[in-house]
């Protein structure tokens, strides 16, 4: 008996972790065929594309729930550890931005996440 509740105990440990683990970046999907690195770099493309949905609340003024993605070092923090893509794509287990609930496009998240996998360079 006290067997067979360790063991329940531990697959439905095994499950609850399973579910809660935040869906990677990697899962993104992006068909970047042709796509150079130089052609897609901080300063134009994801530099606009950060101020057209996410420094309107988080600067360095404002910096809505103590997020500033204003510059090159501050969005690079937030691109080093997922949270930029994970948030633009809505994935599971991250906040979902912007906060209006209209989604980045999908061009414009492959557009960041080509330039993260791509070193995130201050180019």
């Known amino acids: 008996m006290k067997i067979?509740?360790?063991f329940t105990l531990f697959?439905?440990?095994?499950?609850l972790i399973t579910r809660c683990k935040k869906e990677s970046v990697d899962s993104i999907q992006c068909d970047t065929t042709g796509w150079i690195p130089d052609s897609i770099r901080y300063s134009n493309t994801v530099a606009p594309i950060l101020s057209q949905h996410c420094t309107g609340c988080h600067n360095s003024t404002?910096?809505?729930g103590n997020v500033n993605l204003s510059?090159?070092?501050?969005?690079k923090k937030y691109a080093d550890n997922d949270l930029l893509l994970g948030t633009m794509a809505h994935l599971k287990h991250y906040k979902k931005m912007p906060n209006d609930g209209t989604k980045v496009s999908h061009d414009k998240i492959c557009k960041v996440k080509f330039w993260i996998d791509n070193g995130a360079l201050n180019n």
């Open 4 to 6: 067979k509740i360790t």
């Open 11 to 15: 697959l439905t440990v095994a499950v």
């Open 62 to 64: 404002i910096m809505q």
């Open 71 to 75: 510059g090159y070092d501050n969005a």
